[in-house]
């Protein structure tokens, strides 16, 4: 098992499944979610290797990137076989893919974290959709599902299954109340909560003055 050319090889594969997305989850997203998995990884520990091909694969099967009703995880799983990696490091990289959406998380009955290496993924898959950056991926996914910016009409819904949130048709600055307002109390290390503080704040300040510019409050 020589890591650096499986390393190679997954970055290359990765790229060529990701390239062209148009929802924010695109090849840069898997950079900037490495580049935050280093850094967790850092003060958290956890093996690099597993957190490198998890973060890797964790969309190339993503229902979003597929287009299909439904996540794909034999992509990530079929390459990793075709791959000269030990089976238990195959099973754990693909406990950390399965189980580590926040749709997925819905269905658990609580979201126990698993191994330090799904923590950091997780996490910082989780802090790419706070902040500047996830107000852009959430105007991005919205408008590729055709959501409107904001429909005063509607309310936000607090969905308590994965098929009740999948289905949602809310606008996307209701997502902000549904899901991305959640995330900084859902996240497992110290290190991204830190950094999910300024995120969410920022995210805040955005929604509030989306609505004031909305009711002609400024
Ligand atoms: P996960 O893959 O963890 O289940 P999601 O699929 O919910 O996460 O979201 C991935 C990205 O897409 C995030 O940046 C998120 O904010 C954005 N997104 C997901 N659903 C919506 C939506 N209904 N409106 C706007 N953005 C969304
Ligand atoms: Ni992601």
Not at 83 to 100: F, L, R, S, T, Y
Not at 102 to 126: G, H, T, W, Y
Not at 174 to 192: P, Q, R
Not at 203 to 218: A, H, I, N, S, V
Request: aromatic share 10%.
């Amino acid at each position: 098992m020589n890591k650096s050319h499986i390393i190679t090889h997954t970055e290359t594969f990765a790229k060529d499944q990701l390239q062209g997305e148009g929802t924010g989850h695109d090849w840069w997203h898997v950079e900037r979610v490495r580049a935050t998995a280093r850094l967790l990884q850092q003060s958290e520990g956890g093996d690099m290797f597993i957190i490198d091909l998890a973060l890797l694969l964790h969309d190339v099967g993503d229902r979003k990137v597929i287009n299909q009703p439904d996540d794909d995880y034999t992509i990530a799983e079929n390459f990793l076989q075709s791959q000269d990696i030990d089976e238990d490091i195959v099973v754990a990289i693909m406990d950390i893919i399965k189980n580590m959406s926040f749709s997925r998380s819905l269905d658990k009955e609580n979201d126990v974290p698993n191994s330090v290496e799904f923590q950091i993924v997780q996490d910082a898959d989780r802090l790419d959709a706070l902040g500047a950056i996830g107000i852009a991926r959430a105007f991005a996914f919205g408008g590729s599902r055709g959501s409107l910016l904001y429909a005063p009409d509607q309310t936000a819904i607090t969905h308590t299954s994965r098929d009740e949130y999948i289905h949602s048709k809310s606008s996307t600055l209701h997502h902000f109340d549904e899901k991305l307002f959640h995330l900084k109390n859902k996240l497992n290390t110290d290190t991204a909560k830190q950094i999910a503080h300024d995120r969410d704040a920022y995210m805040r300040k955005f929604y509030e003055r989306f609505l004031d510019e909305w009711y002609g409050r400024c």
